[in-house]
């Protein structure tokens, strides 16, 4: 485990041994007990898209673990006046000590990790979210204390969130049904991944019967905003909401990578009787992403 570039680069180990890292940062956290795994080094943070949750739990990450982060726009680059990304990639090797990006392209991710010879980590692309899949499972293992077996659902498009919260959930031994519309499904490559662990419907409610983890995501991801009235008539079905979840699990958790859109792709009624599981998982940002970079920057 060199880089965190998509969930399929992981094994089930992998998966483990960050989960468990991410519980122990999250004890000494709340405990007050110091952890300056990384006192000295420096973490490049590339932004090509804006963020709230990722930007704030890197840096405050960074800085619990007694390092530096170092928030660099697009703007802020060469790159936005030509230079090659291998170029970039290169200096930042002689200054920093690992990289996190949220941009764009996965293969710009790839690029990045090829020619820097640093640790870097996915921060959000267009085909891979692995940081909010680690989240996800942190949240899963804190409220059910097992992942294998269970099984999961996810309501809505088969986007980079959908992308990795399946294959993160099928390394980890569940099963998963995704509800979406013709074509909006994930990635061919999940699907061949996923296998037999994966089933794909339209229908939400087959989805959710029975599901002990059901997830969903806004109905429009950033740059997609010009699709907004198609989307919203073709994810009308597509809510989570109490309907829904009598179907579900009698235990089941729900989960939301967040901002949440009341109204669309969850009802506000559900929102707000899930609301502590969804901020946890969004606190788990924090102590996952941590576990990353101590592994990864820290050895």
């Not at 007990?33 to 804006?50: P, V």
């Not at 800085?63 to 990304?85: C, K, M, T, V």
């Not at 579900?248 to 559900?270: F, N, Q, Y």
């Amino acid at each position: 485990m060199k880089n965190l570039l998509k969930m399929s680069d992981l094994t089930r180990e992998d998966i483990n041994l960050i989960l468990n890292k991410a519980d122990q940062l999250k004890f000494e956290h709340k405990n007050g007990i110091e952890h300056r795994l990384l006192a000295g080094k420096t973490l490049a943070m590339i932004f090509n898209k804006s963020s709230t949750r990722t930007r704030v739990s890197f840096e405050a990450g960074m800085y619990q673990l007694g390092g530096h982060a170092l928030f660099l726009s697009s703007a802020d680059l060469q790159i936005s006046r030509g230079e090659p990304l291998e170029d970039t990639a290169r200096v930042l090797f002689r200054y920093v000590d690992g990289i996190m990006i949220r941009t764009f392209a996965q293969q710009e991710v790839e690029d990045l990790a090829l020619h820097s010879g640093l640790p870097v980590v996915n921060g959000l692309t267009d085909y891979a979210h692995p940081c909010q899949s680690l989240a996800n499972l942190m949240t899963v293992r804190e409220n059910f204390a097992y992942l294998e077996g269970l099984k999961a659902c996810y309501i809505g498009d088969g986007n980079n969130v959908c992308n990795s919260f399946v294959v993160g959930c099928v390394i980890s031994g569940m099963t998963v049904t995704v509800a979406c519309p013709e074509g909006y499904e994930p990635h061919p490559d999940v699907l061949k991944l996923a296998g037999d662990k994966l089933t794909i419907t339209r229908d939400p409610k087959e989805a959710a019967l029975g599901a002990d983890v059901v997830y969903t995501d806004v109905w429009m991801s950033m740059g997609q905003e010009e699709e907004a009235r198609t989307r919203k008539e073709v994810f009308g079905n597509y809510q989570v909401n109490s309907e829904l979840m009598k179907l579900a699990s009698k235990d089941a958790i729900v989960l939301h990578c967040l901002p949440a859109h009341r109204g669309e792709e969850i009802t506000a009624e559900v929102f707000d009787a899930h609301a502590g599981v969804i901020f946890d998982e969004a606190e788990n940002r924090l102590h996952a992403q941590k576990a990353v970079l101590a592994i990864l920057m820290g050895g």
